[in-house]
């Protein structure tokens, strides 16, 4: 097992999945230190760094990478264990921006109302305390809020030959804005090229399910990671396994078809986990099983399937590879 | 503070918010002690019983009500605080149902395939132990789920002179099927005719978010309910407050607007408790809420926004409803 | 054959479909000689009668009825021949409204911007020149346009007891703002209750498909209509038939699944008409078929799918009923 | 003015709009005549050349391509004047496939149900005609359809340096499916990348609004188009403009999110034409309005806006580039 720093300067960054040439190449079970910017590249630093003037699309929501896995193969599985998610500062931002969100037109569901103000605001960021501090902009109220780093934004190269923006969630990863992406969670991903091409990127310090307003609390992150491969074990869309819980993801629209995808993915799964026929599958989850929401505001909406795997027997997923992993992490990380 | 019984004859269940003469009226503050059918109307008793055979539309999902409250007028607010929600039988029943539920077609999401097997599971139930155990229909994989009863539809007659099934979901609340609607919880419904009209049924032993497969672990339910009225501060879409949160809902399709509803409810919500201007709130809210999924099977799908009231300063809700509730219940049920 | 009038005072106008008395009850094949008001009541006669000033929430929409079809019983078929539809003044009105719309934040698709402004325009309506002119409010643009009247709402009582504001389009007909609903068309209708109870107004002088606005060329009516029953065919889902034209609708959120309603009804009565297997009734209505939008904001959506009869050999729908009752309309109103 | 030649050999043809080299390079004002493959690669000649065992995922949908054309830059608009569309065989096919289409489960509004059958139809094309006839696969069912030929697949790279299969239908054209993409219609695209790389492919006899099935009556064509350069007129959608409409198109889901983006373009577009303020505009292509389907099985919906020039005054649109181009088509394929 091997540690390797990614460390990219800005100009390094990417800003889509697919096309671009490997920044790190590491074998299965290696570890990767990383550093990621935020969603805005750094660019908004005060409430008065309005990210439509500060920023220029389309480089927004950089990642770093993409990292590629030796061995890994179309078909693949890509195992992607977050051992460490740290904010690499004291502060971090969010805001509104013209034309995004989920209670705003935007360019997707365009009213013919003008655009919402522009607001940013800047979180007092504490890691030891782990808070982050919401200050509203008119007004003395404050909320001190727990600290919940997570990425946004984790995926591998496309199928077909895409080249997917940074900023849409799909079937190979990307911008799935779910909370559950925490430290201690596993990941798995779709291999659709050789190598798998991981990135990662837009870590938020904390955010609501569904991130309404279309930003979360963005940080640039310190953040180890571990990979591996499984062989064979492709899923047709990301899933993630915590200590508690396996989780399956589905993005699209509307809401009910992400809805749809990742209850279906998840029926499916813990048939194979248990040996249980589709029907006796479905009634397991519909009774026991979480449906929080991801993402509402990207160009693919986000939803996740929870299930705890107390009610799955003694089931184990692809072999054990989130304990294995998670061994590795308490290697480098400690805890 | 009066306690009333309300256990009607399978004769006296009704179907429909909306149109009924009362079946009890009380004063704000009462309490009502009610028995409530399955929403199968306990027609379904094994797994033979399928449900399309023995029970006949639309006589599903019986409601025992309405409860007339006095002094409740159009543009008031009903509270229903939930005391107890205690299983009646020692089983309870879930099942498919031809062309219904989340991953099938059905008459709303029309394929042209077959509807799916139509399959009955038994649960037996454990009120003193807090559980509920699924046995798989075939193999002999089973699981002990904890108990969690809720009632899935808890309405008032609807807005406009209308007469609602009781499956439907929508502002007057009705067949939201949220867990959040357990025992300890106060909803908050608004007032559209005198004496607003109160109903209530369909009791589940538990249910995953969103009832994917269409049905919960649908019981019989022994329920304790406390009522009062706040003047003049009807919800446009029905509100939940437990011990630690803020919840509101939404109910339309696609599910996505069913999520918007919610989140601007409870926007709006954050804004009058707190002070905070419309962006303010939309940030706190974006930043803390949770958005976890009611149904996606019903006539509408319900999303739930849900915000920690730690969150919300020393913020109280209608002047207190909820604690002043909650001490009756304690001083009827214990707890 | 006999000819009824049924021109009711407007306190006799009722707002919803099911839970009225019939305003007059028919035979099959009886003529119906009625007089619709606009869905403004009438209240807006000039740019400055503001609807949402004029005009009082629920009581928008009005329609003219029921009328009772005797031997109409559940599970019929109600058949509605409209011989005519005549604009009854020579103005009529369209408007935006606050929170209604395709482009603006409604109840239903909210978001946080304030409500579009509201406007009228009125136009000059030219029965004899089939004409009826927009005016733009600011400047001097003026175009003149094809009168093309129809019903934006008919329909019967519905299924399950429900009572249903007459804004809502759905399986038993209402509110579903097709402009295929002309002079010249037979709608089939099921019937839920004896006697059907069917209830015709919201006349518009035309209408873009989608009703974008919210609003038509709204104008009272004197329309005439011939209706017969069919026994034992009721439709799942409002049914049309023109001289070239078969169509079904489907009214539901989201819009995919309206078309998907739609879609399915007219293959399944492909299939009934020719004899063809689904799939071969699914190919023909795929290369053949036309999907006009009906509306696209009213509390459900409105799909219409559309097949011309020259592609379905010599089928003939309900026994030539669309063809008896246009004889019908000829001797009536000539044509 | 210059004519080329465009007839690519099979490994010539791509597979999505992006990223490639241009096959061709032309002047604004020149014409191209060039061949196009249907989009199962011509590889499903007979009723037994099954989709999903000849083609191979995700060699689907070749186009032919790209074009470069001299002079366009980011934030132009390319005009696409489609002279001719002639199929290039007397023979056609249509078919369902696995997971594909608007009437059955798919791999993003996923069900529990098996694969409906996967069936191929094989038309007689006669192009002088001008007829395509259906055969159905049991029984002796036939129907005689006009052709209406059309490509359903025509784009440019898209913008943010994306490369998207092209089933992809989105801001840069790509897969609309809509039978507007006719002979004699002029198509607006923006210019994303230099040289805009135009490609064009996806040849249908003709089609039903929605594609429902997932696929149309597919054919090799034969096709001769002139380009054009607009500069700084970008649209934000596709739009088209045939001699008596102006059509804007939005591709996404939900469904009713297409409709939105088509219609919100068109009363835009009003606008600019007419000098209009935005609601007049509104009311406008409210009364006036066409909203044809386009395609519902797609990886993004379409729906078409659709606005009868004769209601616009004298407007003329981008300077009379529909005119211009539609007389050097004269000049090349008569008519």
């Known amino acids: 097992m091997t540690t390797h720093e990614l460390h990219p300067r800005p100009e390094q960054l990417v ?46 929501n950089p990642v770093t990478g993409p990292i590629a896995v030796e061995g890994a193969e179309p078909g693949d599985l890509l195992a992607v264990h977050f051992a460490e998610i740290r904010p690499a500062r004291d502060w971090a931002i969010s805001s509104t921006f013209p034309h995004f969100g989920a209670l705003t037109t935007t360019h997707t569901t365009p009213m013919l109302h003008e655009a919402l103000e522009e607001r940013v605001w800047v979180y007092d960021v504490d890691v030891e305390a782990g808070t982050c501090t919401f200050r509203a902009r008119t007004g003395d109220f404050e909320a001190v809020l727990p600290l919940d780093p997570f990425h946004g934004t984790v995926g591998v190269a ?13 079937a190979h990863g990307g911008n799935l804005d779910t909370p559950e992406m925490r430290a201690g969670v596993t990941l798995y991903l779709p291999v659709n090229v050789p190598g798998a091409m991981l990135a990662v990127g837009d870590g938020h310090c904390r955010q609501g399910e569904g991130e309404v307003c ?40 509307p809401l009910e078809d992400a809805f749809r995808i990742s209850q279906h993915d998840l029926v499916g799964w813990t048939a194979d986990l248990t040996g249980l026929d589709t029907l006796d599958a479905l009634q397991l989850v519909s009774q026991a099983g979480l449906a929080p929401t991801g993402n509402v505001v990207d160009t693919n909406y986000t939803m996740v399937a929870k299930l705890a795997k107390s009610v799955l027997g003694n089931a184990v997923a692809y072999d054990g590879v989130h304990e294995r992993l998670k061994a590795v992490a308490r290697s480098v990380v400690g805890g």
Chains 1, 2, 3, 4 share one sequence.
């Not at 496309?158 to 799909?170: C, F, G, K, N, V």
Request: proline content about 8%.
């Open 214 to 253: 279309g930003t979360a609390v963005e940080a640039a992150m310190e953040t180890t990671i571990v990979v591996d491969v499984v062989k064979g074990a492709a899923p047709a869309w990301p899933r993630l396994e915590s200590d508690g819980f396996v989780m399956s993801t589905g993005s699209v629209k």
């Open 15 to 60: 800003y889509s999945f697919g096309g671009h040439e490997p920044a790190l190449t590491v074998a299965p079970g290696d570890v990767v230190r990383l550093s990621t910017e935020d969603c805005f590249g750094g660019a908004v630093r005060s409430v008065d760094d309005l990210p439509s003037v500060v920023c220029e699309f389309p480089f927004l």
């Open 158 to 170: 496309p199928a077909a030959d895409e080249r997917l923006m940074s900023i849409t969630p799909a």
